[in-house]
């Protein structure tokens, strides 16, 4: 394991020590903004107890690390660690408004080393309930490459005219991470070790009284 992973590694156990394995939660947000209410998660490269999730004060930032998001290749290794996913659950505090726009933006960090001929690739797809501008980009590493990588992926999102001047909510944005393996022989590995994330309202206008 590369010193990296094993300082991620001592990490998630700190963190999961006061998290529970699945969900995580935190308090202090503003209630006439958009935050994240809490973040929920399932799939083969975030299994319960392997990830751990902290927030910011007032919940407008999240970070999750990931112990065991690691799609592989080589001799004795079944394909299917040649891919690796998680289906993050980023729920949404909305205010009641007339009108808003936050904007989401989510750093990926992570390790890929591959020989020549094989190709790692790493990427999500968004899902939500309101209106969501912005696609993230599928990013690839071509070998031979061995280095540390950092991603950031952001996207828009403004409420549906059916929603406006509803009761505050939580809505769920469904995230796909995925880092995958593609092509070539040999040994080769893809991590996702963290997920920092970050949402902004930029315009937020009230109902009328």
Not at 105 to 128: E, L, N, W
Not at 180 to 197: A, F, P
Request: glycine share 10%.
């Amino acid at each position: 394991m590369r010193p990296s992973r094993m300082l991620l590694a001592c990490t998630v156990a700190l963190l999961a020590a006061t998290a529970v394995p699945g969900t995580a939660h935190a308090t202090g947000p503003d209630p006439d903004s958009v935050y994240i209410a809490s973040i929920t998660y399932g799939g083969t490269g975030c299994p319960n107890g392997s990830t751990a999730s902290s927030f910011g004060v007032d919940r407008t930032s999240a970070t999750m690390i990931f112990d065991s998001f690691v799609a592989s290749t080589g001799t004795g290794v079944p394909v299917t660690e040649r891919r690796k996913n998680c289906q993050v659950n980023l729920n949404l505090h909305i205010p009641r408004s007339l009108a808003w726009l936050a904007t989401i933006k989510i750093d990926h960090r992570g390790y890929v080393q591959v020989p020549a001929g094989m190709t790692g690739r790493r990427g999500d797809v968004f899902h939500s309930p309101d209106l969501v501008l912005g696609t993230p980009a599928l990013t690839s590493f071509a070998g031979p490459v061995s280095k540390d990588y950092l991603v950031t992926d952001s996207y828009l999102q403004a409420p549906l005219a059916s929603t406006l001047c509803a009761s505050e909510t939580v809505r769920p944005d469904n995230i796909n991470a995925e880092v995958r393996l593609d092509g070539g022989s040999g040994s080769g590995q893809i991590t996702l070790d963290s997920l920092d994330i970050r949402v902004t309202t930029t315009q937020l206008l009230r109902c009328p009284s």
